[in-house]
């Protein structure tokens, strides 16, 4: 558990993939966010049950299967409203399709409440996450912004970025967006990836292998 306030975050390492799952809640406000539920619904559901919190939205940096497989579960049961961008609405309809061909079952997921865009804000009590476009993984691959936590799904990881050889990804458009949208935040932001431990930008601008010699001011 990560105290920051007016923000808690819990981070829940689930399905074959160990992918990580966040629960974000609103101390004032007693409602919570999950960002990229991908699987374990049951868990996530007592988690949230043991602190009082009340699901409001669920938010997807993208649409793989390892990222979306509690959300039909959870929407289900909660009704909480999903986000995701446009351009990864088609990753998240064929989730189900994705994860047969690693041979598991992903419940299909319902279709997206919301579609987020650069600039756009998705509320949690009195806070907001603002919505950075991070292509490279996928085309509609977002970043959720709070304050200095960054929730970066598979964009960036400590010492590592995400793969771009699967349909729709690009190495220069990742790149690209790490840059511009990551590495311009201040120094201490943490990154909450969607694989292995969160680190900071600092951290990253330093010691990332990707970027090597480049500026590691701030």
């Not at 909450?192 to 001011?217: Q, S």
């Amino acid at each position: 558990m990560t105290d920051v306030r007016p923000l808690r975050v819990l981070a829940m390492e689930v399905g074959p993939l160990a992918e990580n799952t966040y629960i974000v809640g609103h101390a004032a406000s007693g409602k919570a966010v999950v960002i990229d539920p991908g699987d374990e619904a049951d868990e996530i559901l007592r988690q949230l049950g043991a602190r009082g919190w009340t699901l409001d939205k669920i938010l997807l940096t993208h649409g793989h299967f390892d990222h979306v497989g509690a959300v039909a579960a959870l929407k289900e049961r909660t009704g909480a409203s999903v986000h995701i961008h446009p351009d990864d609405a088609e990753q998240l309809r064929t989730a189900g399709r994705q994860g047969a061909m690693f041979g598991l079952h992903v419940p299909a997921p319902p279709p997206p409440d919301v579609l987020v865009r650069e600039g756009d804000t998705v509320s949690l009590g009195d806070v907001a996450f603002r919505v950075l476009h991070t292509p490279g993984h996928t085309p509609g691959h977002v970043t959720y912004l709070s304050g200095d936590l960054a929730f970066v799904g598979d964009l960036i990881f400590e010492g590592s970025i995400g793969r771009t050889d699967l349909p729709g990804g690009s190495l220069d458009e990742l790149l690209r967006a790490v840059r511009e949208k990551i590495f311009t935040l201040p120094g201490e932001t943490i990154l909450f990836p969607g694989h292995g431990p969160a680190t900071t930008v600092g951290d990253e601008k330093r010691g990332n292998p990707f970027f090597t010699g480049e500026d590691a001011g701030g």
